[in-house]
């Protein structure tokens, strides 16, 4: 279920203030405030957390690939040190056999190199027209890809995080059928443009509202490719009517929902530390004049929410009386919706790319600074 479009708008604080001045006094408002965040986890107390045993085995394949790669030595050191992503490719897809993994993981790889050109700090961050054209050719990869035609050789000259996705999505073409091929291009497409409307939201004269926030991360967020993705980890393919279903777009909506709430909460620091004032939580706390501490409370009662939604939406989904095979596919693909929130949380824990490991207690618990250090 998609944010309430009816909330977008609802009793917002007065337009008073210019660009510069709104991102001041939201600044000001939440500098050196810390936040004590419960384990994550604990708010989805069905869906449980497992880990592909092949990490070290990946990572050092991920390795020997990343110097194949053309993008600068810097970025792929930050992100080989601080992002762990095979990490999150093992909590994505427990079961999945070691050659689909090292695929999904260099997919995740992509994401982030791609998303980091374009998001605050990137070297497209403010160049409208740069970001346009990268779009343009990351979309015309996915359709070389993916399209009914496929081309798997880059054009001459093209960006580094475009060249490298080609041999990705060769791979992961080769492990669908037909039917998750086309979703995936679709959703690709989804994402890609999607991206290039949260920069444009970024430079408006105002920051967004909340909701309008939440429900642009929903429609456009990278979440939905990785659990189209399921089906390659786990070689089956799920009939359209199943995958279209109401029960399954719902449960696929909301988990997606979840993810999205939950990123927001964990990567608060992280997007304070560097001026990124687009977060739900800061959101929040703009639009409604709310404490560093009730806003996050906000957040945490919307996973709260989204979660018990999708939970009780596996009742209705087509389950087969006599097709055991059917049933399996089924409650696999159900269970990679749901890691794709337990993943992400998990993962956020056990790298550094949020918050330092230091910050995270025994329970599980985080306490987010919002001081004003530069991000490492």
């Known amino acids: 279920m998609a944010p309430d479009i009816d909330r977008l708008w609802a009793t917002p604080q007065p337009f008073t203030e210019d660009h510069d001045d709104e991102r001041k006094r939201l600044l000001k408002?939440?500098?050196n405030q810390k936040v004590l965040?419960?384990?994550?986890?604990?708010?989805?107390?069905?869906?449980?957390?497992?880990v592909q045993p092949d990490v070290d085995e990946i990572n050092q394949l991920i390795d020997e690939w990343l110097p194949t790669v053309n993008v600068t030595e810097d970025k792929k050191a930050k992100h080989r040190a601080r992002g762990?992503?095979?990490?999150?490719?093992?909590?994505?897809?427990?079961?999945c056999k070691k050659d689909k993994m090292l695929v999904l993981t260099q997919f995740l790889y992509w994401i982030f190199f791609w998303d980091d050109e374009i998001d605050t700090g990137g070297e497209l961050t403010e160049d409208e027209e740069g970001t346009i054209r990268c779009c343009e050719e990351t979309n015309k990869c996915i359709d070389d890809c993916l399209g009914p035609e496929p081309n798997y050789t880059p054009p001459p000259n093209s960006r580094?995080?475009?060249e490298m996705f080609y041999p990705?999505?060769?791979d992961l073409r080769a492990g669908l059928g037909l039917g998750s091929t086309e979703r995936l291009r679709l959703e690709l497409h989804d994402y890609v443009n999607g991206?290039?409307?949260?920069?444009?939201v970024r430079q408006a004269d105002r920051l967004p509202n909340p909701?309008?926030?939440?429900?642009?991360?929903?429609?456009?967020?990278?979440?939905?490719?990785?659990?189209?993705?399921?089906?390659?980890a786990m070689e089956f393919e799920l009939p359209g009517e199943v995958r279209h279903h109401e029960a399954m777009e719902l449960i696929v909506q909301e988990c997606t929902v979840v993810t999205i709430l939950l990123n927001e909460v964990l990567s608060l620091q992280k997007e304070f530390r560097v001026s990124q004032l687009e977060n739900l939580v800061l959101l929040f706390m703009n639009t409604y004049d709310l404490s560093l501490q009730n806003a996050v409370d906000k957040v945490l009662d919307l996973i709260r929410e989204h979660y018990q939604i999708c939970v009780a939406a596996e009742e209705r989904l087509p389950w087969s009386e006599s097709d055991d095979k059917f049933n399996a596919d089924l409650r696999e693909y159900i269970r990679g919706c749901q890691r794709l929130a337990t993943g992400t949380a998990y993962w956020s824990y056990y790298c550094e790319r949020y918050f330092e490991s230091t910050q995270v207690n025994e329970k599980r618990e985080v306490m987010l600074?919002?001081?004003h250090r530069p991000a490492a």
Request: glycine share 4%; aromatic share 10%.
């Open 84 to 95: 762990n992503y095979t990490l999150l490719t093992a909590v994505y897809y427990p079961h």
């Open 29 to 31: 408002k939440a500098m």
């Open 195 to 200: 991206v290039s409307r949260q920069q444009g």
């Open 37 to 50: 965040v419960p384990d994550i986890l604990s708010l989805m107390p069905a869906w449980t957390s497992e």
């Open 160 to 162: 580094g995080t475009v």
């Open 369 to 371: 600074d919002l001081s």
């Open 211 to 232: 909701w309008y926030h939440l429900q642009i991360r929903s429609d456009d967020v990278g979440v939905i490719p990785s659990i189209t993705q399921n089906e390659f």
């Open 168 to 170: 990705i999505l060769r």
